[in-house]
């Protein structure tokens, strides 16, 4: 069974930082990608980043030149580095990898809240 464990959230003013990590329980070679998605109480969870096993990066264009995703496949981790934060940036953000054998398997981590504060 997978397991995703984020960690790094907290409480920030506007314009701080946080670095949040997902730590993959296998080799995250394993996945097609990984990424971060955020989510507001009961609203739809987005997409933050994404990150392919080859390196290729995606962005929400609303965190594009603030938020950079990065992995470290010795630790089986993958980061989200948030510079600039806004007080709109404030959701639970959760870790996704997914790979795909005939079908998507999706895999989820239990979310970190990130608030930040004007």
């Known amino acids: 069974q997978v397991q995703l464990v984020e960690s790094g959230g907290g409480l920030v003013q506007a314009g701080g930082s946080l670095r949040l990590s997902c730590a993959a329980s296998e080799n995250i070679f394993r996945f097609d990608a990984m990424g971060w998605y955020r989510q507001a109480p009961g609203k739809q969870r987005d997409l933050v980043a994404t990150?392919?096993?080859?390196?290729?990066?995606h962005y929400a264009d609303s965190v594009k030149g603030r938020f950079t995703i990065s992995r470290d496949n010795a630790k089986n981790t993958v980061y989200l580095q948030m510079n600039n934060l806004k007080p709109e940036d404030t959701f639970v953000y959760y870790c996704n990898a997914y790979r795909i054998v005939l079908v998507k398997y999706d895999y989820w981590g239990q979310g970190t809240q990130v608030t930040v504060s004007s």
């Open positions: 990150i392919t096993r080859s390196g290729s990066t």
